[in-house]
């Protein structure tokens, strides 16, 4: 089989003998890497423990196939990244396959310089320079394994990520730039450090040039560590079962937690699905606009571009600096062929239509992609007609930090394309929907989405905490990964992403448990009890509305003084959470729709904030009924 499924014939071949042998399926895409040594085993699993192992006994390096590889077979010239920074007054920066190699390995002997080693946990918290992409590849160079953390984050949750791992080292930047905001990274680093003593090395980009603290025993510039070392780092060997990376993420209950990736499969996954989806060709310009913080950025900014030799675009800023029309700008200047942003970018950009997008030459594109959050009909149709000139393919790709790669999707032109649907799974793929019982769905069905076979870039286990593992995603529905999301299928078998089932909060793409953000206010003081939902909205695709049982006494009684208590609980969330998470609404109550056994009823929370109180359906379990209408009360000033 072709590694590229270059036309629909292709890819309906490719689903046939995937139908028939799944591991010879894999096994026969797996062919087309670099191993060191072979496998055994292609696939030994049971989703019970859950157990999962893909090309047992073999041995790898991810960073000779996304490097080495290219560069013996006289790539080394190829623009591996393309860097354009924050202000479009600064030159795009292009790296070389061969820079780029050359970066690693210089990189990944500082790591080894500061007692970095294979098996040990590196955090990395730093802006969209190239020095991420190179840590994220050092780290995969000497096998130790990297944790990124969004720098958005805030000290607090750095922290918790810095503990769960027990990282020895982190990375980060003395500060960044994203659009016209600053922010100080090298400070917040230095306060999650107090609390994180595992930490022996804090190596330090030098990016803004800002001043900041230093404590010599831990801190380092990178730039410094750099000339002392030599370039010559040669591939760890690693066992295709051994971590690649950890990655958090939120869920419906307690702290986020720590999404487990190995070597092998992860590298098979994440260059398989890049090829296929996008449909790279060699000498094409891709560019995804997420940030490496990310999955997304994980598998379609670093490893599946680079694994395929691809050029791909890392993008320091935010699509509305210095003009909304900043996207097109760098598609039109780069001469983009695919890209891949969120839907919540795609309406916010469609809100400043025609004045932006219009006068940019996009005649590069062919393929543009969406991730992230479903996507509704009319973005979709404004990105296939304003951005795609109504010739592009367009892929709406669903997939998961768990999955480590697009799971249901088209594959460039090749698949046929619905407004607001992910289309059909990938080859290889095998996506069921199951009812409340766990009774599987034929044909067309609404449902509950899951897989009911292994893949290679599937989550291996929680960090620290395989019985969480097993109880979020194997425990719902017996023998399958429960993704956690609903999904319809038409009579055409193509998906439709409804979206999530369970308490998790989708605000701008981003993954957030309420129950997360209702401890990040529960710890306000005069804060007694409250609950998060998600609403619609029209940019951010969610938002939150948070609603406040205040103590006795302290709701103010001033309107001055709400607005002031409302901006101390925001900032009480960035602090623990992160500004990403802070409510859009925060909506003091006396009191919660509660059941006679205490539980709250986030059904009607949810209707009542999205304006559709007058559906609320069975209140009779209530142990107050007349709650409700002091609750719709409230959510007037925001509904109005
Ligand atoms: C959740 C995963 C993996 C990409 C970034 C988000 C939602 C993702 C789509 C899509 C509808 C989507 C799902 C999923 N989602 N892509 N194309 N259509 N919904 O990763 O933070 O792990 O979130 O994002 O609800 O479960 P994540």
Redesign the pocket.
């Known amino acids: 089989m072709p590694f590229l499924l270059d036309s629909p014939e292709a890819v309906a071949q490719a689903r046939q003998s995937a139908a028939v042998d799944f591991e010879a399926f894999w096994a026969d895409v797996a062919g087309h890497y670099e191993w060191m040594n072979p496998w055994h085993t292609v696939c030994d699993w049971e989703f019970e423990t859950p157990r999962v192992r893909w090309f047992d006994g073999a041995k790898l390096n991810m960073t000779a196939n996304c490097l080495d590889r290219h560069v013996a077979a006289g790539h080394g010239d190829r623009n591996a990244i393309l860097w354009e920074p924050n202000d479009p007054a600064d030159d795009t920066v292009a790296i070389t396959y061969a820079e780029l190699h050359g970066r690693v390995c210089r990189f990944a002997n500082v790591l080894k310089s500061r007692g970095v080693g294979k098996g040990d946990r590196v955090a990395l918290y730093l802006p969209m320079v190239p020095e991420l992409a190179v840590a994220v590849l050092a780290c995969a160079r000497i096998g130790a394994v990297h944790s990124v953390v969004f720098a958005g984050f805030s000290a607090r949750s750095l922290a918790d990520r810095i503990q769960d791992a027990g990282a020895v080292c982190v990375i980060t930047s003395d500060g960044m730039k994203r659009g016209a905001k600053g922010l100080a990274l090298k400070a917040v680093v230095d306060e999650a450090l107090a609390e994180c003593p595992t930490i022996t090395t804090n190596l330090v980009v030098r990016h803004t040039g800002e001043d900041v603290q230093w404590n010599t025993d831990r801190d380092v510039w990178l730039h410094e560590a750099l000339t002392a070392v030599s370039g010559d780092c040669p591939p760890e060997p690693m066992d295709s079962e051994d971590l690649l990376f950890i990655l958090y ?1 939120s869920g419906s209950t307690g702290k986020p937690k720590g999404v487990v990736h190995t070597c092998g499969g992860y590298m098979v996954y994440a260059g398989y699905s890049f090829a296929n989806v996008f449909q790279y060709q060699p000498g094409d310009v891709y560019w995804c606009t997420a940030d490496i913080g ?3 950025g994980h598998s379609y900014i670093v490893y599946g571009p680079l694994l395929n030799g691809a050029t791909t675009v890392m993008f320091e800023g935010v699509p509305t600096y210095p003009s909304p029309g900043r996207f097109w700008e760098v598609c039109e200047k780069l001469k983009v062929n695919q890209f891949y942003t969120a839907p919540t970018a795609i309406r916010a950009l469609m809100a400043c239509e025609p004045r932006f997008a219009k006068g940019h030459d996009l005649s590069a594109l062919k393929v543009i992609g ?6 509704n009909e009319e973005a979709w149709q404004w990105y296939h007609d304003a951005i795609g000139g109504g010739e592009c393919a367009l892929v ?8 480590g790669g697009i799971l249901i999707s088209g594959l460039g032109a090749h698949s046929p394309m619905k407004p607001a649907h ?1 289309g059909y799974p990938l080859p290889g793929i095998s996506p069921v929907l199951v009812d409340g019982d766990g009774n599987t769905l034929e044909g067309e069905a609404e449902g509950y989405l899951c897989i009911d076979r292994p893949w290679p870039s599937m989550i291996r286990t929680t960090y620290g905490d395989h019985e969480r593992c097993r109880n979020v995603y194997f425990s719902a529905f017996k023998g399958k990964y429960f ?3 609903g999904a319809r299928r038409d009579a055409d078998g193509m998906f439709r ?1 409804i ?2 089932v369970d308490d998790v909060v ?1 605000v701008s ?3 957030f448990g309420t129950a997360e953000i209702e401890d990040a206010i529960d710890s306000h003081p005069a804060v007694a009890e409250c609950a998060v939902i998600g609403y619609p909205h029209p940019i951010k695709g969610q938002a939150v509305h948070a609603y406040v049982i205040l103590k006795d006494g302290a709701l103010p009684s001033t309107e001055e003084g709400i607005t002031a208590l409302r901006k101390e609980i925001g900032v009480q969330v960035n602090t623990e959470i992160g500004n990403i998470a802070r409510p859009d609404r925060i909506q003091f109550t006396p009191g919660l729709p509660k059941t006679r056994s205490g539980k709250i009823m986030r059904r009607i929370l949810r209707k009542v904030a999205s304006g559709e109180h007058d559906q609320l359906g069975d209140t009779s379990t209530l142990l107050d009924p007349t709650v409700v209408d002091g609750v719709i009360a409230g959510a007037a000033e925001f509904l109005a």
């Open positions: 993420t990310w999955i997304t969406s991730v992230g959050e479903p996507i709406d790709t669903w997939w998961q930090t768990e999955t992910a993704t956690g999301d992403i979206g999530r989708n793409g981003h993954r």
